[in-house]
């Protein structure tokens, strides 16, 4: 069994909004984003500072939004890469009203290339 930190994974909780940037070191993890909702048809984006993305990074996303309202989901993606950051976008695709304030999350994975 391997224990978090052998396994290069990390947890980093947003404060404020969802334009707040995180840092976190950690080739994989989950960023909690901040409990606020997302109103319809909105983007919020923001950065993460990590050590282990280069502007050449292949970042993988998911979003965990179990906590809706009014069945409006967010989607996330990335916006762009670079040495030591990337940038997140999340979207709420809904016509109308907004997001569950519960807090979701974003679960990464960095790939480099060799």
Do not use: W
């Not at 901040?34 to 950065?47: H, R, S």
């Not at 993460?48 to 993988?60: A, F, G, K, M, Q």
């Not at 979207?91 to 060799?114: D, E, M």
């Amino acid at each position: 069994m391997k224990l978090i930190g052998e396994c290069n994974y990390g947890l980093v909780t947003q404060a404020t909004n969802h334009s707040t940037g995180v840092e976190l070191h950690a080739k994989s993890g989950v960023i909690t984003l901040a409990a606020v909702a997302l109103a319809a048809a909105t983007n919020a984006e923001f950065g993460v500072t990590n050590s282990y993305c280069r502007d050449d990074s292949v970042v993988l996303l998911t979003m965990d939004d179990r906590n809706t309202t009014d069945n409006a989901q967010l989607v996330c993606s990335v916006v762009n890469t670079a040495a030591r950051a990337f940038k997140i976008s999340i979207h709420n695709p809904a016509a109308t009203g907004a997001t569950s304030a519960t807090a979701s999350k974003v679960n990464f994975q960095i790939i480099n290339p060799i």
